[in-house]
């Protein structure tokens, strides 16, 4: 990575913002584009990998959420994400850059695969529902970088992660992952502004993995892999949600009862990751998730907490 122009897409977001933390210890020039450089657009992404020529490029701009705004914004996980990435990653062949680095999801896995999913488990079967619009997306974006491969001989990887979280992270209950909902939830019950309430049964188990740790990983991917196999990046501390939203109020200091909110969906019943090829490449993680719940929420106070008069 010394000397080379990596070119963060998607900086300003969680992961982006970790890549970046990251890639400070590397000697490596990170490149941003301003937001008003849209993905979308072919003409502005060319445009703007013309003028800055990056030797590396790590696709983590996408739009992303939870559970409820996969399902409810079914046309924009699907276009969005698929322009962007069709646009990124023929704009990184277009200007020969040395080495692509692209986001899958744990959730693109079929729903019912066989636990933990290893990574030849992709397309042998149904998706979940509630995210097949994204999932469909980022299946395409991993055969991109496959094809890109065979047919012009470019270095352009997948990374498969499992659910992340921390710092930088959506904290918006609409439309955020379960885990910064869950600490803003019990935050809210804590302070006396709201109830502690869980969607869904409970009852599904979840893998979590801090962002810190997944910029780390996808460094050392950038380092040290080079194939068309999308590599797992988990954890392998997998957590039922009901466990989850109690070690969260654990944490936070959260005393109340839990409520159950039946009406919204549990998703995918499991999804662990098999982490074990990443592990032969000689990359684990550091960070548990008692560890990172606290940091997170510590972040969470320090950028302002949100109160529920912000819910949107
Ligand atoms: N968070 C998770 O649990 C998981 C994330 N991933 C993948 O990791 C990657 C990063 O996710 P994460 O950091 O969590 O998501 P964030 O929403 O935090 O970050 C995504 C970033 O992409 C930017 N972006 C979205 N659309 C465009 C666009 N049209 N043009 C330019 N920029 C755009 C967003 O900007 P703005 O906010 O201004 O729209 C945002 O800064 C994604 O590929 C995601 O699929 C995979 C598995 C799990
Ligand atoms: C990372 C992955 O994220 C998405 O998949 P998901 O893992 O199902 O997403 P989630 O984090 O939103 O929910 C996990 C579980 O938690 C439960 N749950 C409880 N209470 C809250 C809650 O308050 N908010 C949310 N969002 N979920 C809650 C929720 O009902 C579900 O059972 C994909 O769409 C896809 O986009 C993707 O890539």
């Known amino acids: 990575m010394v000397g080379r122009k990596v070119y963060v897409a998607g900086h300003r977001g969680m992961v982006g913002s970790a890549l970046v933390r990251r890639l400070e210890g590397e000697g490596c020039h990170v490149l941003t584009a301003p937001r008003e450089t849209d993905l979308r657009e072919q003409a502005l992404v060319r445009q703007w990998f013309k003028e800055n020529a990056p030797d590396v490029v790590i696709l983590a ?11 409810n914004a079914p046309a924009e996980f699907l276009y969005d994400n698929l322009a962007i990435e069709m646009n990124v990653i023929d704009a990184a062949r277009e200007n020969a850059a040395e080495k692509l680095l692209f986001l899958g999801s744990s959730c693109i896995y079929p729903r019912d695969a066989p636990q933990p999913m290893a990574e030849d488990a992709l397309l042998t079967g149904p998706l979940e529902s509630t995210n097949e619009w994204y999932a469909i997306a980022k299946i395409a974006g991993i055969k991109l970088c496959q094809a890109y491969r065979r047919q012009y001989g470019c270095d352009f990887i997948s990374a498969m992660p499992t659910n992340l979280y921390g710092p930088g992270d959506n904290f918006d209950l609409a439309t955020s992952h379960v885990l910064p909902a869950l600490i803003r939830k019990a935050h809210e019950a804590r ?4 109830d502690f309430t869980v969607w869904g049964t409970g009852s599904p188990l979840r893998e979590f993995l801090h962002v810190d740790d ?21 954890s392998g501390q997998e957590v039922s949600i009901r466990e989850l939203a109690k070690l969260v109020a654990d944490i936070v200091g959260s005393a109340g009862e839990l409520v159950f ?42 950028n302002g907490a949100p109160t529920h008069t912000d819910r949107k």
């Open 191 to 194: 302070i006396g502004q709201g």
């Open 61 to 71: 701009a996408a739009k992303v959420g939870g559970i409820w705004a996969n399902d």
């Open 261 to 302: 909110d039946g009406t919204k969906p549990d998703g995918t019943p499991r999804k662990l990751l098999d982490s074990s090829y990443l592990a032969g490449l000689g990359w684990t993680p550091k960070i548990t998730l008692a560890q990172g719940i606290a940091s997170t929420y510590e972040a969470f106070l320090a």
């Open 214 to 234: 997944f910029a780390d990983a996808c460094v050392h991917l950038l380092k040290t892999y080079s194939g068309e196999v999308p590599v797992n990046v988990g």
